[in-house]
């Protein structure tokens, strides 16, 4: 998905193309018992603000939580089962720096009049900024044409897509600068980037606890509220901050609304954005959630040699 932004005249005009790297346009054809030892004052106002910002920077290295890691979680435990990230059952352990996850992501979409889900697992490393995730796109609107699964590579300021299908070979890789996206890869991929998603926590303005979920059986603390995009980019690491900041300008509004569940130790579990783009018609609005669990299981994210990046003409809006 690219999102174009117009800022001129008497105001913002957003124009929402599913078609980016073919993504959305071929999708259309965690530790329990937190909720009864947080404080009150984690709860409302300033004080779950701050506890929504500290558990985003204690995922991604930009600030400190307030236990220390006291060794990694089973790579095994807690892994999701087949469906939505809301279906997964998180692990239990004690690391309080996530450092690396494996992670489940679904986004949902209203394209042609049909909404469509596409989902994505893989792994994750916060403290290089990399993951890999398997991409799996639906049935075209008539149900006519399965999509081959798309391995996307993710990298400070790039995302590596292969399977992209639009006349790409198969077995050749499609980079794109994340910095130049209109939306920074917050939807473009078919999957938040993990880091971009904790890191929007990070210009958090306002919140409210919801109160204690049960996230497949574990008890996490749910907060609701809304962050700022242009916000966060300032708060952000300086190798994501570039991708952000795009984010920042290309849309009609910097205000995302979220809903976030922290685990005991104050680990961010999983995130929900809700982002909403204004065409001339009504909105449409991305639903993005990201599942994080495993933490501490081994990542490896070797990058594409520069000969098996594909250089040739991509046809847009189709997807093989």
Known sequence: MVVQQNRSGGGARAVCALVAMGVMAAAAGCS???????????????GAVETVRRAAAVLTGTG??????????????????????????PDKGSRSVAGTAQVSTSMETAAGGTRV????????????????????????????????????????GALYMMNRGAGV???KWVRIDTTALADGNLV?????DPMAAAELLLGVRAV????????????????????????????????????????AKGFSTDTVSFDAYLDEQGRLRKVRHR???????????VVSTTLLYGFGVPVSVPMPAERDIYTGEIEQGRQT
């Open 117 to 156: 889900t596409i989902r994505g697992k893989g792994t994750y490393d916060f403290r290089t900024q990399s993951g890999r995730l398997r991409v799996v796109l639906p049935q075209d609107a008539a149900g006519q044409e399965e999509h081959l699964p798309m391995t996307e590579l993710l990298a400070p």
């Open 64 to 89: 400190t939580g307030s236990a220390s890691p006291s060794g990694a979680e089973s790579p095994g435990a807690g892994s999701p089962g087949a469906g939505s990230p809301d279906k997964a059952d």
């Open 169 to 171: 070979p198969r077995n």
């Open 275 to 285: 982002f909403s783009f204004a065409n001339k018609g009504p909105a449409v609005e």
């Open 208 to 247: 409210t606890y919801v109160g204690e979920s049960d996230l497949a059986g574990v008890t996490v603390r749910h907060y609701r509220g809304t962050t700022d995009i242009a916000r966060a980019a300032r708060q952000a690491s300086a190798l994501s901050r570039g991708a952000l900041r795009a984010a």
């Open 188 to 192: 473009t991929g078919g999957a938040t």
């Open 32 to 46: 329990g018992g937190g909720g009864d030892r947080a404080a009150a004052d984690d709860r409302s106002g300033a």
